[in-house]
């Protein structure tokens, strides 16, 4: 007799002993969730680099979970903090009340991030700190008497997350097809250009991109205009690295029409592109910067806003009556306990292990051995910078996806997990990955990526 689905999945390591309805049950993010519930990929461990998956094998982990887990999985000083916090204080109210630790984190975040961005602002991801920059970029004009300066610059292949701002902001066209038109907003060109190709760090031609935003000036008037988010380099997009100059012509721009610049440094902040921000590697100080993942090394979802002392004043002195809150915005769980305790541990391990550095002093091994594989099968271009790093493959005819998705999936197969989106395989292992582990990876990558159809 045949074997009933639950029996089949109870037989199989795969599933983790899951029963089909707790499968059925979970609506998976930004997944083939049909595909997965078939072909199931169940993590059930972290340590160091690698994965345990629910088969019992270890997994390289080439993205450091989602570039959130840059300091290496499992640091224990991080889970006893979490563990100390949830038992002392397991929850205390933001608003109007609150509790030390998220001041001492605050301060933690100003001390590191560039001089001039000294008051901190805390969510509970990247796309609530894209959100919550862009509400204070207008109420920032509305509280300096300029409440027209409303509108909002963004660029074609930025991601700033998936909420209602970020969404609209953000030129992942995959990401904004779906859901009509939310806040209005225009956008830069991506600094994708072919004449880069296999640049390796910061492409040489390019930067006259960043005059586009002369251009948008000269189309609402600068009167109009209240802010320009970038990522310093765009992450999820496939590792698209600033051209030389760009960003300090972006700079001088906004600052010649006062325009804010808001910094996305959600994947770049705290070490990834071998600085410890976007704004320190590019000597570039935004009066905005967001963060998230690596401020708690992914063990707690936490993000937060960092702006200048001009942003935070025009709030103090245009608030009002003293109790009354300067900003209307904030969340439940601003600045929780549990976050702020991981907060302050993964603060800890990247100024005494030196984390940045530690990426900085890798990424030349790195950089050697992605650019190593061009040359193969499929391979339009290979992008890098610090531990960053994006393989293009050329679109399989009517599946431009595809090609990337069979070779995450044989990796997978294979002790290796590689994140795929669009036409891109992106790679960005944790900073304390070893030589050999890179050329293990990119051994196993010049295996698969020609043998896909
Ligand atoms: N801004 C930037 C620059 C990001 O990279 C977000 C905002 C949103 O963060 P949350 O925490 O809301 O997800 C991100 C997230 C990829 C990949 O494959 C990148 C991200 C997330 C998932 C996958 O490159 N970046």
Same mark, same amino acid.
């Given at each position: 007799?045949?074997?009933?689905?639950?029996?089949?999945?109870?037989?199989?390591?795969?599933?983790?002993?899951?029963?089909?309805?707790?499968?059925?049950?979970?609506?998976?993010?930004?997944?083939?969730?049909?595909?997965?519930?078939?072909?199931?990929?169940?993590?059930?461990?972290?340590?160091?680099?690698?994965?345990?998956?629910?088969?019992?094998?270890?997994?390289?982990?080439? &993205?450091?979970?989602?570039?959130?887990?840059?300091?290496?999985?499992?640091?224990?000083?991080?889970?006893?903090?979490?563990?100390?916090?949830?038992?002392?204080? /397991?929850?205390?109210?933001? *608003?109007?009340?609150? #509790?030390?630790?998220?001041?001492?984190?605050?301060?933690?975040?100003? $001390? +590191?991030?560039?001089?001039?961005?000294?008051?901190?602002? *805390?969510?509970?991801?990247?796309?609530?700190?894209?959100?919550?920059? +862009?509400?204070?970029?207008?109420?920032?004009?509305?509280?300096?008497?300029? =409440?027209?300066?409303?509108?909002?610059?963004?660029?074609?292949?930025?991601?700033?997350?998936?909420?209602?701002?970020?969404?609209?902001?953000?030129?992942?066209?995959?990401?904004?097809?779906?859901?009509?038109?939310?806040?209005?907003?225009?956008?830069?060109?991506?600094?994708?250009?072919?004449?880069?190709?296999?640049?390796?760090?910061? =492409?040489?031609?390019?930067? #006259?991109?960043? /005059?586009?935003?002369?251009?948008?000036?000269?189309?609402?008037?600068?009167?109009?205009?209240?802010?320009?988010?970038?990522? =310093?380099?765009?992450?999820?997009?496939?590792?698209?690295?600033?051209?030389?100059?760009?960003?300090?012509?972006?700079?001088?721009?906004?600052?010649?029409?006062?325009?804010? &610049?808001?910094? $996305?440094?959600? +994947?770049?902040?705290?070490?990834?592109?071998?600085?410890?921000?976007?704004?320190?590697?590019?000597?570039?100080?935004?009066?905005?910067?967001?963060?998230?993942?690596?401020?708690?090394?992914?063990?707690?979802?936490?993000?937060?806003?960092?702006?200048?002392?001009?942003?935070?004043?025009?709030?103090?002195?245009?608030?009002?009556?003293?109790?009354?809150?300067?900003?209307?915005?904030?969340?439940?769980?601003?600045?929780?306990?549990?976050?702020?305790?991981?907060?302050?541990?993964?603060?800890?391990?990247?100024?005494?292990?030196?984390?940045?550095?530690?990426?900085?002093?890798?990424?030349?091994?790195?950089?050697?051995?992605? #650019?190593?594989?061009?040359?193969?099968?499929?391979?339009? $271009?290979?992008?890098?910078?610090?531990?960053?790093?994006?393989?293009?493959?050329?679109?399989?005819?009517?599946?431009?996806?595809?090609?990337?998705?069979?070779?995450?999936?044989?990796?997978?197969?294979?002790?290796?997990?590689?994140?795929?989106?669009?036409?891109?395989?992106?790679?960005?292992?944790?900073?304390?990955?070893?030589?050999?582990?890179?050329?293990?990876?990119?051994?196993?990558?010049? $295996?698969?990526?020609?043998?896909?159809?």
């Amino acid at each position: 007799m045949k074997a009933s689905i639950e029996q089949q999945i109870q037989a199989d390591a795969r599933y983790g002993g899951l029963s089909a309805r707790e499968l059925e049950s979970y609506w998976m993010p930004f997944s083939g969730n049909r595909q997965f519930k078939d072909d199931p990929r169940l993590i059930v461990g972290a340590e160091g680099c690698y994965f345990r998956s629910a088969d019992g094998r270890n997994i390289l982990d080439t &993205l450091s979970g989602l570039w959130c887990a840059s300091f290496g999985h499992g640091r224990t000083e991080i889970a006893d903090a979490i563990a100390q916090a949830a038992r002392q204080l /397991d929850y205390a109210p933001p *608003f109007q009340y609150g #509790h030390p630790m998220a001041f001492q984190l605050a301060a933690r975040i100003r $001390d +590191l991030t560039p001089n001039g961005l000294d008051h901190v602002f *805390f969510t509970n991801s990247g796309s609530e700190s894209a959100d919550t920059a +862009l509400k204070m970029a207008r109420a920032y004009w509305r509280m300096r008497g300029q =409440p027209e300066k409303t509108r909002l610059i963004g660029r074609i292949r930025g991601y700033h997350g998936v909420n209602v701002g970020g969404t609209s902001l953000g030129g992942i066209v995959a990401n904004r097809t779906h859901f009509g038109s939310l806040v209005e907003a225009d956008h830069l060109s991506a600094t994708l250009l072919p004449e880069n190709r296999f640049s390796r760090g910061l =492409p040489e031609y390019g930067a #006259h991109l960043a /005059d586009q935003l002369e251009e948008l000036v000269g189309l609402h008037d600068a009167s109009n205009i209240a802010a320009v988010i970038v990522e =310093p380099m765009s992450g999820s997009a496939g590792v698209i690295v600033p051209p030389k100059g760009y960003l300090k012509r972006l700079q001088e721009i906004c600052n010649k029409h006062d325009i804010l &610049l808001i910094f $996305d440094e959600v +994947l770049t902040g705290f070490g990834r592109i071998g600085a410890g921000f976007g704004a320190t590697l590019f000597d570039v100080t935004p009066d905005i910067m967001t963060l998230a993942k690596n401020l708690t090394n992914g063990a707690v979802p936490m993000g937060a806003v960092v702006v200048s002392g001009e942003v935070y004043n025009a709030f103090m002195e245009g608030g009002g009556p003293e109790y009354v809150p300067e900003f209307p915005h904030g969340y439940t769980y601003s600045g929780h306990p549990l976050a702020c305790a991981a907060g302050l541990a993964a603060m800890d391990v990247f100024e005494h292990d030196r984390m940045a550095q530690r990426a900085a002093e890798m990424a030349p091994y790195f950089e050697e051995q992605i #650019h190593g594989l061009r040359g193969l099968k499929h391979v339009v $271009d290979i992008r890098n910078l610090g531990m960053a790093a994006a393989i293009q493959l050329e679109a399989a005819p009517g599946e431009p996806t595809r090609r990337p998705w069979d070779v995450a999936r044989a990796c997978w197969d294979r002790g290796m997990y590689v994140r795929q989106a669009g036409d891109t395989l992106q790679i960005g292992p944790p900073f304390i990955i070893e030589r050999e582990q890179i050329d293990t990876m990119c051994n196993l990558l010049a $295996d698969v990526i020609p043998s896909v159809r």
